[in-house]
């Protein structure tokens, strides 16, 4: 069964720390990975896209990484600011047809204070 | 452009009644999709489009249907409404190889009394 399990459940940092999300995943044939952030009330936002090849991909302050052997890959923020507070979501693509399927992790629900 | 917008933003229905939530998207995307999320668990894919006039069930579609007349708008129909629809349900439209590139709308959510 195709699975994306995401680690922790929740995390509370301060400010300015940083901060690595895991995602482990079962799903196959492989197409590529996302992760999403997702802010309360609202829908989720792509932040990164990794295909099989690629092993890190950063956009600003947020660095992926993706390792196809072991089927993980990690989100690390750095210096994490009050914004960041939201859940971050995996999402893997399989490869089919038309149209991927996705499947979808349960998210990490950071929350960080001052 | 407005990306993906979705109506209503809330709503509350009783145990029977029948609604339809609206959804449109201004990105030309061939690719529509709904999804469910609810506490504890990843979002599931209710029904989906690849173009007008072609719908496709996903992995949780019982009790929903959904139209595709053009290429802005899909509609999601609940037909008797049931507490187990209680959820946040998402429309998304999708772009790229595979459309695996998804924009989401910000979301309605609907309880079921």
């Known amino acids: 069964k195709n699975q994306v399990e995401q680690s922790p459940q929740s995390l509370i940092i301060l400010e300015g720390k940083n901060c690595t999300l895991q995602?482990?995943?079962?799903?196959?044939?492989?197409?590529?990975l996302r992760w999403y952030k997702q802010d309360t009330g609202r829908g989720p936002v792509s932040l990164t896209i990794?295909?099989?090849?690629?092993n890190t991909k950063s956009n600003g302050r947020y660095t992926a990484t993706l390792d196809a052997d072991t089927k993980q890959s990690s989100l690390h923020i750095t210096a994490s600011q009050l914004s960041d507070s939201a859940s971050y979501i995996c999402?893997?693509?399989?490869?089919?047809?038309?149209?991927?399927?996705?499947?979808f992790g349960t998210g990490t629900r950071l929350q960080v204070t001052l | 452009n407005a990306g993906v917008t979705q109506t209503p933003k809330f709503q509350v229905l009783k145990t029977g009644q029948s609604m339809t939530l609206q959804c449109a998207q201004d990105?030309?995307?061939?690719?529509m999709s709904w999804y469910r999320q609810d506490p504890g668990m990843g979002l599931r894919l209710i029904h989906y489009s690849v173009g007008a006039g072609i719908t496709d069930q996903g992995e949780v579609p019982n009790g929903y249907n959904v139209s595709r007349s053009t290429t802005e708008d899909f509609p999601l129909r609940l037909l008797s409404a049931a507490p187990s629809q209680t959820s946040v349900y998402f429309c998304a439209s999708g772009a790229g190889v595979s459309y695996n590139e998804q924009f989401f709308g910000p979301g309605t959510r609907l309880t079921v009394l």
């Open positions: 990105m030309n995307h061939e690719y």
């Open positions: 995602c482990n995943y079962t799903v196959s044939p492989f197409s590529n």
């Open positions: 990794m295909t099989f090849s690629e």
């Open positions: 999402v893997v693509s399989l490869r089919t047809g038309t149209a991927s399927k996705l499947t």
